[in-house]
């Protein structure tokens, strides 16, 4: 079975441009979840939708970051205009009912 | 709100040697799930187990244990004679029980970075 999949797997662009992360959950999940892992603040999340609706966004660091979910099968995080700060690894992840949270391989995002 | 906090930063052992990394939570709920999840050095975050709030019994999977103690609010993970393997950050995780299907967020703790030498 595949597992979550996320493009890009790495992603180098400059201060000021727009930034598009995707994510596929797997197949049947029902949520799906954001995570940004930086070494000074570790794993946080950002965002999750439940039935493709954003439930909890209060992790956004602001309005620089939006996130969409048009279908179960697709969800996309956007930087605009990204900034050095943003430079880190974003998982995204999907579960079912049960609360069990399967990650994706992660975008290491660098913004110079 | 909810923390977790994994006090050992780094811990590193020869192989074979038995280590346990430790895992203290808070939480206002009665019902909640703990995880632990590992990610090795080439960065995917791997599930290892999840427990419910309900249910103390330590669990045994080949070389690894975990010993849940709401007493303390502990959900402590052993490795029985570690291999290089081995070798990883391990996250420990908190999330909200629920109803009606919702899911609920994550907390992590800061990760364990286990160095396991040759």
């Known amino acids: 079975d595949a597992g979550v999949i996320q493009s890009p797997r790495h992603e180098v662009t400059e201060m000021g441009q727009e930034v598009t992360l995707r994510c596929k959950p797997i197949?049947?999940?029902?949520?799906l979840f954001w995570y940004r892992q930086t070494m000074m603040r570790g794993l946080e999340l950002l965002i999750y939708?439940?039935?493709?609706?954003?439930?909890?966004d209060s992790g956004m660091p602001e309005d620089r970051f939006s996130a969409k979910m048009p279908n179960a099968s697709f969800s996309t995080l956007k930087i605009q205009p990204s900034e050095p700060r943003d430079s880190a690894v974003y998982f995204c992840?999907?579960?079912?009912?049960?609360?069990?949270?399967?990650f994706g391989p992660g975008t290491r995002l660098t913004v110079l | 709100a909810q923390k977790v906090t994994q006090a050992q930063t780094e811990i590193s052992v020869v192989e074979k040697e038995d280590v346990t990394l430790d895992c203290v939570y808070e939480?206002?709920?009665?019902?909640?799930?703990l995880f632990w999840y590992k990610q090795p050095p080439s960065g995917e975050l791997v599930f290892l187990i999840r427990?419910?709030?309900?249910?103390?019994q330590n669990e045994i999977s080949g070389r690894y244990s975990w010993n849940f103690q709401k007493s303390t609010s502990s959900f402590n993970f052993t490795i029985t004679a570690s291999q290089v393997v081995d070798s990883a950050v391990y996250f420990c995780?908190?999330?909200?029980?629920?109803?009606?299907?919702?899911?609920?967020?994550?907390?992590f703790g800061k990760g364990t970075l286990l160095t396991v030498n040759p």
């Open positions: 939708f439940n039935n493709n609706v954003p439930i909890d």
């Open positions: 995780a908190l999330s909200e029980g629920n109803s009606g299907g919702s899911n609920y967020k994550l907390t």
């Open positions: 427990r419910n709030s309900f249910d103390e």
């Open positions: 992840a999907s579960s079912l009912r049960d609360n069990e949270q399967f």
């Open positions: 939480t206002r709920d009665t019902t909640y799930y």
């Open positions: 197949s049947g999940h029902n949520s």
